[in-house]
């Protein structure tokens, strides 16, 4: 089965500090994988978009990883702030019929 | 470009009762999706349309649920008639392409409270 396990499901920082994210999946066969923000009582917006060849891919403080090997992928947040104050959710599409396997998130508080 | 508008942004009904929710995805996205988002969780998809053609509506309950996208654009979804299990967030999404790289732009969502 398709699946999308986002961990931890809430993390508190304080403002400043780094953190990382983790987005492991069972999703076959892949096509890519994409992160989202979600601010509270907003619809989700895209960060970035990993593909099978890219392992390391940053926009701006933050940084995503894919370990295609593993199925892994996490996102690095640096130097946090307090409108990093999110959700944050991973999305993996299925190559064959385009279906979006989307995790539960991860809510990520910073704190000043 | 203006993004994607969805309305009402909050609606309180009673079980029973009908309810539905309209969406304009950006100009020229041809994929327009229905999601359903309840707290705590990821979006879960109910339908996807390409074009004026709903090509997964696997999740959607056919029973109380119906939505529709006509000449291509604007979308409804509604729901009739409601239970109190319906209270969610309801979001619409669109992208350029169901298929390819396109990331999905998201509407606001509509709270829904089935009380």
Known sequence: ?112 | EAGVVQSPRYKIIEKKQPVAFWCNPISGHNTLYWYLQNLGQGPELLIRYENEEAVDDSQLPKDRFSAERLKGVDSTLKIQPAELGDSAVYLCASSLTGTGGSPLHFGNGTRLTVT
Not at chain 1, 2 to 21: A, M, R, Y
Not at chain 1, 44 to 73: C, H, W
């Open chain 1, 1 to 112: 089965k398709n699946q999308v396990e986002q961990s931890p499901q809430s993390l508190i920082i304080l403002e400043g500090k780094n953190c990382t994210l983790q987005c492991n999946y069972t999703v076959s066969p892949f096509s890519n994988l994409r992160w989202y923000k979600q601010d509270t009582g907003r619809g989700p917006v895209s960060l970035t978009i990993m593909t099978f060849s890219e392992n390391t891919k940053s926009n701006g403080r933050y940084t995503a990883t894919l370990d295609a090997d593993t199925k892994q992928s996490s996102l690095h947040i640096t130097a946090s702030q307090l409108s990093d104050s999110a959700s944050y959710i991973c999305v993996v599409k299925v190559d064959s019929n385009y279906q979006l396997i989307w995790g539960a998130g991860t809510k990520l508080i910073i704190k000043p």
